[in-house]
């Protein structure tokens, strides 16, 4: 079983998000910014893990990352988890700085280059949305474009023997199962938070990432052994207008008694 | 609880059945035999809410006849029996008896007195004596507040609509629990939202006035300095919560001492600085009892402590006058007086440097009213590794390595024992996140090990902050790879994002409520030689186990192991009163063990009113009568915190 695993780095969810003044007003400052991976791609990797560990014929977890160099670590810590090996598309800096640069169309176009480069893929495991840009596009996206089934906010995943997966998705109106068949086409899942609690990487399992492999490749050469063109995967995306920061929320007034608050509500004019 | 004002209370005679009150109320009285004291302290005291006064009559209880009809402090009665105790209180109490008496015969203070025959002692006649006692025991000069008290404190206090205080005076009282080791009812002043000082003149001024003040910040010591022995005033500074700015040129914060730590951490952080003090308290304590008790926390050994990191203090003086050391002149709507010389600076060599001694004095000096402390910049990349060992030795190594490969961004290394983390397992770590999990893994590191083996194992928690991550990375990867290969540690686990690492600082801050649920806990806060760390955890251990062992006490260890500070803390599980003839043992055993090794019984906690007798015990003479006269000098009626940090004997107002 092979199952592929995009990642993505982003800033860490517990940093406070400030607006960067040198991009005009459409950056968020990310120079000396904490950043990680993705809480929701986290999920998606100990899930691969774990189907990993619980099938009884020998599976394969390959992790991808596309962005700037530093995705590396990312990589790291996602081999340090269990997967097995790596996959970089390396952009130049200013692509793929953040999400304004290389939006869900281009990067679902490139995935789904890379398991069709891979073939044999039959699982494909991502968050179901990633916490800068929460468009929640790239899972759905890739499944249109491969014509492969999916099944999105996932909070339980089994394998059946034959290879067909059931998933268990929260939607609003309640818990949905859907069973997806075998197919030749990988099935697409994607995350919800409740599907499972990413272990901590252990020593052995550290030491062990660093042997194994990551293949790193440049965007431009990707694309052109994809036979994509680099204009189109990058161009097609929603332009961000501006990007500001919520006004300040006002402080709260203490009163003292009950007398003292209908006297402030009064004077605000809410009660008669 | 007594409804009435303290006069009348005051003059109550008891013969026979006691007078007709309320029915709601209830009157206690308490005559002890001061062999017993202790024990019958520790029973009847938490629930009672009030200690009150001796009988004119004889009580066939004890045998006793006749005693001074007021209020004596402690509640219990001199005179003395033939222990070594009051043996020499009766020495110091006869020789002022015969220096201020012409009439009396002679002071040999050798004399054993017997139980009956006590009309006269050391020739000095019994009522004289007694009356001696009133005089030079100046806890009879402290009196309790009463309803005048609270009137006039009203009238200055800025809160009107007598939110201020809280009293049962008034009978409004919220609840008055027992204190810790000590009864009475607490009057608590709260919402000071003027000043300080304009509180403290008035009261010093009126003479009437004279009864002791506890200055409270947060409440959250170890050791009951914020809590009153009888009656004392618990003046809380909570109100007084204003942070007066950052400067950002040279990091030092200004703010009043009553601003909760985390919301300090809080403000820090939005401006790029880091608060350079960290507990794990900071939801509640209080920046002001922080300076007043020295708190250490996890950034001791990163940023030395809060002497080196408070730059100034406003401090009131117990006589009403406001000290300035070394900070702005702020006034209390925050525009700043620049008077002199005075500013916040962080170099100020002219004279003598007086803010150290107020830092870590315990509100028996002064109360701190605002505090200026220099903050580092905010780090943006931190990082942290849980590492388990099998041995000290092994600790001892990572230590050695941490400080050569980490450097200088290693800014906390928290350890923990095998039995802790045990219970903080099975009791306490109330999160369902992570960490359930992580313990599970840290605690079964080796599934082939037997249990035996594993409860040798030792825990490290390391931390680094830095200014740049890809550096950081590199050097925590270095430094765990080094580890791992050389088999120092038997496994680690390295934080991933922000996520993982609170919920490993959140595994060290659930040791002390986890062994709190557990049973009765005894705590020792113990400063050792690094590498006696653990030696003397197993010495104390092996000793417990001789003497307690029917309690079956477990020994858990944690501690801020770079700065050599053990937090020992003696468990007995299933047993949740303290008993004291227990207590006694153990304390015993441990400060035995730690003064082997030339400790500090009190590296991070303070004094309060648990460890002020063993000061006395353990502390060179000449220090303690220094202290003594420092303490003398700026209290010379010992209303601040009475009875408290400096042991009974030294505390001036004994015997002038």
Redesign the interface.
Known sequence: MKILVPIKRVIDYAIKIRVDPTKGARGVQLSNVKMSMNPFCEIAIEEAIRLKEKTKTSAEVVAVSIGPKQCTETLRTALAMGADRGIHIETKADVRGDYVDMQPWGIATLLKGVVEREGGVDLVLLGKQSIDSDCGQTGTLLAGLLNAPQATFASKVDRGDDGSFTVERETDSGTEVIKIKPTTLPAIITCDLRLNTPRYPTMPNIMKAKKKPVETISLEAMVQELGLNLDEVLSRKNEVVEVYEPPPRKEGEMVGDVMELLAKLKEKGLVA | RLRHPYRSAASFSVSGAPPSLGPTSELLIIFMLPSATRSFQRVLFPRASEVVVASRTRTPLMGRDRFVGHRIGWGWILPPVDDHRSRRRRRQLSVIASSSSSSSSSSSSSSRPSFENNKERDGIPRDHRRRCIRECTSRAELRGPNLNDVIHFRSILSRR?G?GIITSLLENDSDSRGARGGGGTRRVQRGLDGTVSRFIPPRAETREYRGGVVPRGGNTGLCGGATPLRDEIVLSLEGMNNIYGLDEHSGILTCDSGVILENLHAYSN?RGYLFPLDIGAKGTCQIGGNVSTNAGGQYFFRFGGLHGTVMGLEVVLPDGRVLHLNMDNVDDDGTVQRTKRISTHRKDNTGYDLKHIFIGAEGTIGVVTKVAIACPALP???NATLLVCDSYCDVLKVMATAKVELGEILSAMEFMDHNTLKLVQAHGFGGN??GP??LR?MLQSDPSKQESDRSRQLYLLVETQG?N??DD?SKMDNF??HL??SGT?R??????????M?EMWRIRESCNPSVSRAGCVYKFDVSVPIEDYMTIAREVEGRLFASVKHVDPIVCVWGHVNDGNAHINIVTPGRFETESAIEETIETIVFDEVLKHSGSISAEHGIGQKKNEALGRLKDENIMVIMAQIKALFDPHGIMNPGKYLPKKYQHNMCK
Do not use: M
């Not at chain 2, 496994?491 to 993982?500: E, M, Y």
């Open positions: 609509d939110g939005e943006t990349s931190k996140g992570d999990r992580l893994d200014s991550s890809a990375a765990l790879a791992y290969d540690i496994n680690g686990f390295l934080a991933q994002d922000s996520r993982q609170t």
